[in-house]
């Protein structure tokens, strides 16, 4: 083109500039992104990659009639090109390069237009290791183009955004079993620590383990300390098999999606089990304790799944990760014990334990755990700090 | 035993597939399907055949087939997606611009370095664009061009010396028009507005463009606003309206005039139709509110997904927009804040204050406005209703709490 091309044009396109420069930018309609969710569990791929119409058209072209539209014959036509191009510009490895087979073409629409959608099934030499992606649709042609990742391996997300200067990709494989079901573990534990609703409940049934009521009636129902430790720790044992038993059948029951409660309800049910345990220590109506924990256990099953529904069951390790927590929710439980146990036992013939422990702890939990029924059920705020 | 074996099993196999399809769909990802007709129209293309950009588009394109060494035949192509980028409002044609200077074999020429500068420009790359046009200029120092882009980048980035650098450099190269323009905002955005605004009508009285007139119009109505001259500034945006030229940014700030003046009906009926461009979506969504109809949550609705979309790719050159929509629309004024705290580190010109100012305001905090108070101070900027929100941001504790 001559410069006289662009003398014509200086005005118009300087005073253009002025305008656009200010809102330019922000007339967008939107850049070229191409959408691929590709998910690898072990040596198995698939892929799904949706490609706009109209990056399709300036790539190999698909507008066949010229009617300045693309319909789904058109689409159909081209389909192996359009399969011969988008698989040159993609590729896998695991341990060598992954093979894809024949791709199935569908469209979808997202928010500048109409999209083909091609799906791939495949297979990787290696069913462990690193997973390298290399991606250049587009780039020769569309600077600003993206490649928009979600990656599934092994269970463990991640997303990318693919352009000229980071098409190539290696993700590394997701965490080991190993490593999965110490992290759960730990989780458990942690949230045990910090569920003060369980520890309280947990407490409240055994603060009179190494206490025996006597008989009912006379002296006012009174207490005495059990004479010798194994007393207590069976009494203790008890209590705490029976929580645990409980809590992980709803646990696993809840994780897997078998059963749902309502999150208030199941929130609003542990603060009333609480609220029972402590009441049960002033005017005592269970008689076996054990009983009660395992009842209530049940419903506080339910509260940790909710935990771990939050922190997002990987799907490639499920059972390691629910059996992980599990087991920290246990051991957490033990440490627990295991500190409250001898303290309380040296203590179990003083007033201040007898009266001051558990009488007032008990009152102490009782009215605690009445504010969280109330909170929680009414949906209302009375502690400051929640 | 084997009944939790056969669950787990299930559920593996539920999740695997549903996993991919459900992370999908939550970012916007909605389910493919097979369509029954091979008639069924699946995308219309922006150019139409019948179009002279067309025919010129692949004249150009094949020009380059033929010598992709050859600059001029480069550049033609590249100004041409340029040109149609902001014909349409389609950033793809930037993406082409782009790849096809990317992969110029030789030396970039002087034309190949400003259209270069320009591209830049578009995503809000300015250092890097200044200079590629520096680099134009060395190499041919009379491109009045890329005088013009250089002054309005030294705008948007509150840099007046340098604007009236350019604007010195702009009368020298030749262009009087274009001058008195760039004299008339730099004036303005200093806050001597009355002076600002002789010059700008200087610029008119000799501009016969319409593509000018349009810009020098539409300029002159935000002065005229920015001084309270509510009349004046509604005849000149009236004025660019009959030029008859299709121009988003002239619909865009006559709809913020409209919308400052809490005469939203106006609006609806001007932008009904234009939601194709996110920012003339947004000032339609707003007008929508300011009437209390019924249609805005839906509006509300398609800002959220185009939002959504260009967060995903990393892009950040919407965020002026993004903040108004936040803390007009959203009511997220903690991520209004940001935005436009963000968006202030780029783009300093008053609409960019403005958002920033209010934002802060909303959330009852002065420190985040800081850079604006200390902009009015160094600029003189006087213009309404930026110079009456100032005195608010004023009234609050400096500390924030």
Same mark, same amino acid.
């Given at each position: 083109?001559?410069?006289?091309?662009?003398?014509?044009?200086?005005?118009?396109?300087?005073?253009?500039?002025?305008?656009?420069?200010?809102?330019?930018?922000?007339?967008?309609?939107?850049?070229?992104?191409?959408?691929?969710?590709?998910?690898?569990?072990?040596?198995?791929?698939?892929?799904?990659?949706?490609?706009?119409?109209?990056?399709?058209?300036?790539?190999?072209?698909?507008?066949?009639?010229?009617?300045?539209?693309?319909?789904?014959?058109?689409?159909?036509?081209?389909?192996?090109?359009?399969?011969?191009?988008?698989?040159?510009?993609?590729?896998?490895?695991?341990?060598?390069?992954?093979?894809?087979?024949?791709?199935?073409?569908?469209?979808?629409?997202?928010?500048?237009?109409?999209?083909?959608?091609?799906?791939?099934?495949?297979?990787?030499?290696?069913?462990?290791?690193?997973?390298?992606?290399?991606?250049?649709?587009?780039?020769?042609?569309?600077?600003?183009?993206?490649?928009?990742?979600?990656?599934?391996?092994?269970?463990?997300?991640?997303?990318?955004?693919?352009?000229?200067?980071?098409?190539?990709?290696?993700?590394?494989?997701?965490?080991?079993?190993?490593?999965?079901?110490?992290?759960?573990?730990?989780?458990?534990?942690?949230?045990?620590?910090?569920?003060?609703?369980?520890?309280?409940?947990?407490?409240?049934?055994?603060?009179?383990?190494?206490?025996?009521?006597?008989?009912?009636?006379?002296?006012?129902?009174?207490?005495?300390?059990?004479?010798?430790?194994?007393?207590?720790?069976?009494?203790?044992?008890?209590?705490?098999?029976?929580?645990?038993?409980?809590?992980?059948?709803?646990?696993?029951?809840?994780?897997?999606?078998?059963?749902?409660?309502?999150?208030?309800?199941?929130?609003?049910?542990?603060?009333?089990?609480?609220?029972?345990?402590?009441?049960?220590?002033?005017?005592?109506?269970?008689?076996?304790?054990?009983?009660?924990?395992?009842?209530?256990?049940?419903?506080?099953?339910?509260?940790?799944?909710?935990?771990?529904?939050?922190?997002?069951?990987?799907?490639?390790?499920?059972?390691?990760?629910?059996?992980?927590?599990?087991?920290?929710?246990?051991?957490?439980?033990?440490?627990?014990?295991?500190?409250?146990?001898?303290?309380?036992?040296?203590?179990?013939?003083?007033?201040?334990?007898?009266?001051?422990?558990?009488?007032?702890?008990?009152?102490?939990?009782?009215?605690?755990?009445?504010?969280?029924?109330?909170?929680?059920?009414?949906?209302?705020?009375?502690?400051?700090?929640? | 035993?084997?009944?939790?074996?056969?669950?787990?099993?299930?559920?593996?196999?539920?999740?695997?597939?549903?996993?991919?399809?459900?992370?999908?769909?939550?970012?916007?990802?909605?389910?493919?399907?097979?369509?029954?007709?091979?008639?069924?129209?699946?995308?219309?293309?922006?150019?139409?055949?019948?179009?002279?950009?067309?025919?010129?588009?692949?004249?150009?394109?094949?020009?380059?087939?033929?010598?992709?060494?050859?600059?001029?035949?480069?550049?033609?192509?590249?100004?041409?997606?340029?040109?149609?980028?902001?014909?349409?409002?389609?950033?793809?044609?930037?993406?082409?611009?782009?790849?096809?200077?990317?992969?110029?074999?030789?030396?970039?020429?002087?034309?190949?370095?400003?259209?270069?500068?320009?591209?830049?420009?578009?995503?809000?790359?300015?250092?890097?664009?200044?200079?590629? &046009? @520096?680099? *134009? #200029? !060395?190499? =041919?120092?009379?491109? $009045?061009?890329?005088?013009?882009? +250089?002054?309005?980048?030294?705008?948007?980035?509150?840099?007046?010396?340098?604007?009236?650098?350019?604007?010195?450099?702009?009368?020298?190269?030749?262009?009087?028009?274009?001058?008195?323009?760039?004299?008339?905002?730099?004036?303005?955005?200093?806050?001597?507005?009355?002076?600002?605004?002789?010059?700008?009508?200087?610029?008119?009285?000799?501009?016969?463009?319409?593509?000018?007139?349009?810009?020098?119009?539409?300029?002159?109505?935000?002065?005229?606003?920015?001084?309270?001259?509510?009349?004046?500034?509604?005849?000149?945006?009236?004025?660019?309206?009959?030029?008859?030229?299709?121009?988003?940014?002239?619909?865009?700030?006559?709809?913020?005039?409209?919308?400052?003046?809490?005469?939203?009906?106006?609006?609806?009926?001007?932008?009904?139709?234009?939601?194709?461009?996110?920012?003339?979506? &947004? @000032?339609? *969504? #707003? !007008?929508? =509110?300011?009437?209390? $109809?019924?249609?805005?949550?839906? +509006?509300?609705?398609?800002?959220?997904?185009?939002?959504?979309?260009?967060?995903?790719?990393?892009?950040?050159?919407?965020?002026?927009?993004?903040?108004?929509?936040?803390?007009?629309?959203?009511?997220?004024?903690?991520?209004?804040?940001?935005?436009?705290?963000?968006?202030?580190?780029?783009?300093?010109?008053?609409?960019?204050?403005?958002?920033?100012?209010?934002?802060?305001?909303?959330?009852?905090?002065?420190?985040?406005?800081?850079?604006?108070?200390?902009?009015?101070?160094?600029?003189?900027?006087?213009?309404?209703?930026?110079?009456?929100?100032?005195?608010?941001?004023?009234?609050?504790?400096?500390?924030?709490?």
């Amino acid at each position: 083109m001559s410069r006289g091309f662009w003398r014509q044009g200086v005005m118009r396109a300087v005073a253009m500039a002025w305008l656009l420069l200010t809102a330019g930018a922000a007339l967008a309609h939107k850049s070229s992104d191409s959408y691929l969710a590709v998910q690898v569990q072990a040596d198995q791929v698939n892929v799904q990659w949706d490609i706009a119409l109209r990056d399709i058209q300036f790539a190999i072209g698909l507008d066949a009639n010229g009617d300045d539209q693309i319909n789904w014959g058109e689409l159909q036509q081209k389909e192996r090109e359009l399969q011969a191009w988008a698989g040159s510009r993609l590729s896998l490895q695991r341990g060598g390069s992954c093979t894809l087979g024949q791709a199935s073409l569908q469209v979808d629409e997202h928010t500048d237009g109409g999209y083909a959608v091609l799906a791939w099934r495949g297979r990787c030499p290696r069913d462990a290791g690193p997973l390298s992606l290399q991606y250049s649709l587009l780039f020769d042609l569309d600077a600003q183009h993206r490649g928009l990742l979600k990656l599934d391996l092994d269970g463990a997300t991640h997303s990318a955004v693919l352009g000229p200067q980071s098409g190539v990709m290696q993700f590394a494989e997701a965490t080991t079993a190993g490593a999965q079901f110490l992290q759960y573990l730990w989780q458990g534990v942690w949230h045990i620590w910090i569920g003060f609703d369980h520890i309280l409940f947990l407490l409240a049934l055994l603060l009179p383990a190494v206490l025996l009521r006597r008989r009912w009636g006379r002296g006012g129902g009174g207490v005495h300390g059990v004479s010798r430790f194994k007393d207590a720790s069976l009494s203790v044992l008890a209590v705490v098999t029976a929580f645990t038993l409980a809590h992980s059948i709803t646990l696993s029951l809840a994780a897997l999606q078998i059963i749902s409660l309502p999150s208030r309800l199941v929130e609003s049910a542990i603060a009333a089990s609480v609220v029972f345990a402590a009441a049960n220590n002033l005017v005592p109506m269970v008689q076996g304790r054990w009983l009660m924990a395992f009842f209530f256990g049940l419903i506080h099953g339910f509260g940790f799944a909710s935990v771990l529904t939050e922190l997002g069951l990987p799907t490639g390790a499920l059972a390691v990760s629910l059996v992980g927590f599990n087991l920290g929710v246990e051991l957490g439980q033990l440490a627990i014990v295991v500190v409250f146990l001898p303290l309380a036992f040296v203590l179990r013939h003083t007033p201040f334990y007898q009266r001051g422990v558990l009488l007032g702890g008990s009152w102490a939990a009782l009215l605690v755990a009445l504010a969280w029924f109330v909170e929680r059920a009414f949906n209302l705020s009375i502690f400051w700090w929640t | 035993m084997p009944e939790i074996s056969l669950w787990l099993k299930a559920l593996l196999t539920r999740w695997l597939t549903g996993l991919a399809f459900c992370c999908v769909a939550s970012v916007g990802w909605p389910a493919p399907r097979t369509p029954s007709d091979a008639g069924e129209v699946l995308e219309r293309l922006p150019v139409k055949a019948g179009d002279p950009d067309a025919s010129r588009l692949k004249q150009y394109q094949q020009a380059v087939n033929r010598a992709p060494k050859d600059a001029q035949a480069v550049t033609a192509l590249a100004r041409l997606y340029f040109d149609l980028a902001m014909a349409h409002g389609d950033p793809r044609y930037v993406g082409y611009a782009d790849a096809l200077i990317s992969a110029y074999p030789g030396q970039l020429s002087a034309e190949l370095l400003f259209t270069r500068g320009l591209l830049r420009q578009y995503r809000h790359g300015f250092e890097e664009a200044k200079g590629d &046009l @520096r680099a *134009a #200029l !060395a190499a =041919q120092p009379d491109f $009045s061009e890329a005088h013009g882009w +250089l002054a309005a980048i030294a705008l948007v980035q509150a840099d007046y010396a340098g604007a009236g650098q350019s604007c010195v450099a702009l009368g020298a190269a030749g262009s009087k028009t274009l001058q008195a323009g760039c004299l008339g905002l730099t004036l303005a955005y200093t806050g001597q507005l009355a002076q600002g605004y002789q010059a700008l009508e200087k610029g008119l009285a000799r501009a016969s463009d319409p593509g000018n007139r349009l810009w020098l119009l539409t300029r002159l109505a935000e002065v005229a606003a920015w001084q309270g001259r509510a009349a004046l500034a509604e005849s000149h945006y009236k004025s660019a309206l009959r030029l008859g030229l299709t121009d988003a940014y002239l619909l865009a700030a006559w709809s913020d005039f409209l919308l400052d003046q809490q005469r939203p009906k106006e609006v609806v009926a001007l932008l009904a139709g234009n939601e194709a461009s996110d920012p003339l979506l &947004l @000032r339609l *969504a #707003l !007008a929508h =509110q300011q009437t209390g $109809s019924p249609k805005a949550p839906a +509006l509300v609705k398609m800002l959220d997904e185009r939002f959504a979309a260009t967060r995903l790719r990393g892009d950040t050159t919407h965020r002026a927009e993004e903040a108004r929509y936040a803390l007009q629309l959203r009511r997220d004024i903690g991520a209004a804040l940001a935005l436009a705290q963000a968006n202030y580190e780029v783009q300093r010109e008053p609409r960019d204050a403005r958002i920033l100012l209010e934002a802060a305001l909303a959330a009852g905090q002065r420190a985040p406005a800081e850079k604006v108070e200390a902009w009015f101070k160094a600029s003189g900027f006087q213009g309404a209703p930026l110079s009456q929100l100032l005195p608010l941001l004023a009234a609050l504790p400096k500390a924030s709490p």
